[in-house]
């Protein structure tokens, strides 16, 4: 089938953008950003109000911004962005088309639409549920109607990048396997669509709860299915990151996987075993069998962990491999002297590595395991971990694919070229330092999310309310 | 041990500050570049290209000392702090 399309060949980097899917990745991607900033102001204040001596908010508005802050950041920032680096996989990588334009635009309409309902319904202040939202604790029901018709949205745009997929199948646009970066994305869409799925699953009965047409959702239903949604989201920002390491090791050293195969093979593995981390959060939970648990938190999830370590290994690896071949052989580490440490593209992605590795990776497998997940459980070690997988992770990985982006495909020269190289350096090694006095505290035994950690004002009344006694 | 939370937290947000500054401030005033050139249809990826690498594929073998030096590390930290945890456990939790 012909379609009448352009194709624009970006003289820096050598990539070919189809007109619509250029025009779709730039509009997610900014969307994104305009999300990470909603998302920053807010960690501002949950930040100021947790450092004991500021104690900045009142107890209503902290519970406010930090549903906000967390959903604006692990949900709106994490998966428009990564709708960007599905259509980019798919259609730039592939030199193919976009399937769809219309729906394309269709889903991105339902997504934004989603997600301005859901701030909306938050920042009205009844919907103070955490993101958890854990029922029967009930939010106004346009915060669940907002996350569904966002999770309808994304699920289209999946939708639109495995018909892009099928597109360029079709038209022969790539010769033998599809790239390793859109493959690793392909995984990204795989888990996206079994978690927005498992989030339709249980906030659309919770939904018809808060409009009075069921009257009851079980809540260890609820934690069970929601953390498929919950802790999915972050495997799908994974997916996601990793394969974007892998696309930054090939444009900035011109880097190949050390074994495509054995890559490919733990994109697969997260397919079938990394949702089932999820289980961890539930350890503590007297409804679900110990076996249920030990299954799915140490025999399963070891296997994601495999799939983690395989990445880790390979990714770095590719990089030594290419500054080896260009030269850089004395000793066991001139490679990553020499590595352009001025390339903020670089620096986000390595810096990101070792912080996902060594601060989100050994603390998730010690958290996951059952008997030692009680000296943490609900403390801020959580966040503190769960900081150093999304924000270490994710979320300094696509700063970096950012970086990129603005001249290739925004054709726009990054100002203050001065500034640039630093910022990576800059935020990530404060996160390294925040998760790491986060999980120390949590040690100690701080509470999470908790607005007075002390308790001091138990006593006080609450929102003109006297404590329940 | 808040405090110093509070204190990273804030140094960590001016870095995302900053990351938005540069990025929002490079669409609105940073120089325009060359778009390049724009066809009816797409090209054939030339090998040279510098996309090349990571729109193909391939593998090298292991020849990665430093990785290696470095997983190890890695996995020596791994160790070491999963016993710390059952440490901290046998001393909160007796078995008797």
């Known amino acids: 089938m012909t379609v009448s399309t352009t194709y624009r060949t970006c003289p820096r980097s050598g990539l070919q953008f189809e007109d619509q899917a250029e025009k779709l990745i730039k509009i997610n991607a900014f969307t994104a950003i305009v999300a990470l900033l909603v998302g920053g102001i807010l960690a501002l204040g949950v930040v100021l109000t947790r450092w004991p001596a500021v104690h900045l908010l009142p107890a209503d508005t902290f519970y406010m911004v930090l549903t906000a802050h967390g959903l604006d950041m692990l949900i709106y920032w994490m998966i428009f962005f990564e709708v960007a680096v599905m259509y980019f996989a798919a259609s730039t990588l592939l030199r193919c088309r976009i399937a769809t334009p219309r729906i394309a635009w269709a889903a991105y309409a339902l997504m934004l639409v989603g997600a301005v309902i859901n701030n909306i319904a938050i920042f009205q202040g009844e919907s103070s549920v955490m993101m958890t939202s854990y ?188 500054q080896r071949n260009r030269g850089f052989n004395k000793g066991l580490f001139e490679w990553l002297r020499k590595a352009p440490w001025g390339n903020p593209v670089f620096s986000s992605i390595f810096i990101s590595l070792v912080g996902f590795g060594f601060l989100g990776g050994i603390t998730g497998v010690m958290m996951g395991t059952e008997q030692l997940n009680l000296l943490i459980h609900n403390t801020i070690y959580v966040p503190g971990h769960f900081h150093a997988t999304v924000v270490i992770g994710t979320t300094l990985t696509f700063m970096g694919m950012t970086y990129f982006l603005v001249p290739v495909l925004f054709r726009r020269e990054i100002i203050n070229p001065g500034l640039a190289p630093i910022q990576p350096f800059l935020f990530g090694f404060a996160m390294y330092a925040f998760t790491i006095v986060m999980m120390g505290a949590g040690t100690l035994g701080v509470s999470r999310r908790h607005w007075d950690m002390a308790f001091t004002a138990m006593h006080w009344p609450m929102n003109g309310r006297a404590p329940p006694t | 041990m808040m405090g110093l939370v509070g204190i990273t937290g804030v140094i960590a947000i001016i870095g995302g500050a900053l990351f938005i500054y540069l990025v929002v401030g490079s669409l609105l005033w940073g120089k325009k570049l060359d778009g390049g050139k724009v066809s009816n249809t797409f090209v054939f990826l030339n090998r040279a290209a510098p996309s090349a690498p990571l729109q193909t594929y391939g593998s090298a073998g292991f020849v990665a000392p430093g990785t290696f030096a470095l997983t190890m590390i890695f996995l020596l930290t791994f160790i070491l702090y999963y016993f710390v945890n059952w440490k901290y456990l046998g001393q909160l939790w007796g078995l008797s």
Request: hydrophobic residues 60%; aromatic residues 12%; proline residues 4%.
């Open chain 1, 135 to 322: 029922v029967p604790m009930m939010a106004h029901w346009s915060f669940y109607l907002g996350l569904v018709v966002f999770a309808v949205g994304a699920l289209v745009a999946c939708g639109v990048f495995f018909g892009t997929l099928v597109v360029a199948q079709r038209e022969k646009t790539y010769e033998g396997s599809m790239p390793l970066v859109t493959f690793g994305a392909m995984t990204a869409a795989i888990i996206a669509v079994f978690t927005l799925l498992s989030g339709a699953i249980i906030l659309v009965p919770t939904l018809f709860m808060s409009w009075g047409l069921v009257d009851h959702v079980d809540p260890l239903a609820y934690r069970i299915i929601w953390w498929a949604l919950g802790h999915s989201s972050q495997q799908i920002n994974v997916a996601a990151h990793i394969s974007i390491w892998y696309a930054v090791a090939a444009i900035v050293l011109g880097a190949k996987p050390m074994s495509e195969r054995v890559s490919r093979g733990a994109f697969l593995l997260y397919i079938l075993f990394l949702q089932l981390a999820s289980a961890h959060h539930i350890l503590a939970d007297p409804g679900v069998s110990t076996e249920w648990k030990i299954v799915n938190t140490s025999y399963f999830m070891y296997f994601a962990v495999l799939a983690s370590m395989i990445h880790a290994l390979s990714v770095p690896g590719a990089m030594e491999v290419a």
